[in-house]
Every structure is written in structure tokens, then in C-alpha cells.
């Protein structure tokens, strides 16, 4: 049976861009689209002195971690 996180709170929401409100704060943020992409920023957060914000999307058919 195929498990959607459709109605897992802070899964799944449409049209939010973490990057742009991170950045609006001055936070620096960077979205990663593939493997590749993830390890870019993982290498440009870790020259900033402070918070930083990577945004990658996840497998939506992923069952939450148990509590």
C-alpha cells in the first residue's frame, strides 16, 4: 500500500519557498535539486560565519519517523 505525507503536518506544503522568506530575514539559503546541488551547498553553507537555510525536497511516499 503506497503511503502519501498529504496530511502529515509541515510535509507537505504548497508554494511555500523557505529560501525567499530566509532570505528576506538575511538569513543566506540555498536549494539543492539533486545530489549534486546538496553537496554545493552544503560546501557554500560552511563558509558562513551563522545560520544558513538548505532546502531539498524529499521523497513525498516517505512515512514520518515514529514518535
Known amino acids: 500500500m503506497e503511503t ?6 509541515a510535509l507537505n506544503l504548497p508554494g511555500l519557498n ?5 532570505e528576506a530575514y538575511g538569513c543566506p539559503a540555498f536549494r ?3 545530489p ?6 552544503f560546501q557554500k553553507a560552511r563558509t ?11 521523497d513525498p511516499k516517505l ?4 514518535i
Open 4 to 9: 502519501l505525507t498529504l496530511h502529515i503536518a
Open 48 to 58: 558562513v560565519d551563522g545560520p544558513v537555510l538548505i532546502e531539498f525536497q524529499i
Open 32 to 34: 539543492a535539486d539533486t
Open 63 to 66: 512515512e514520518p519517523l515514529p
Open 18 to 22: 523557505a529560501v525567499a522568506i530566509a
Open 36 to 41: 549534486a546541488d546538496l553537496y554545493e551547498a
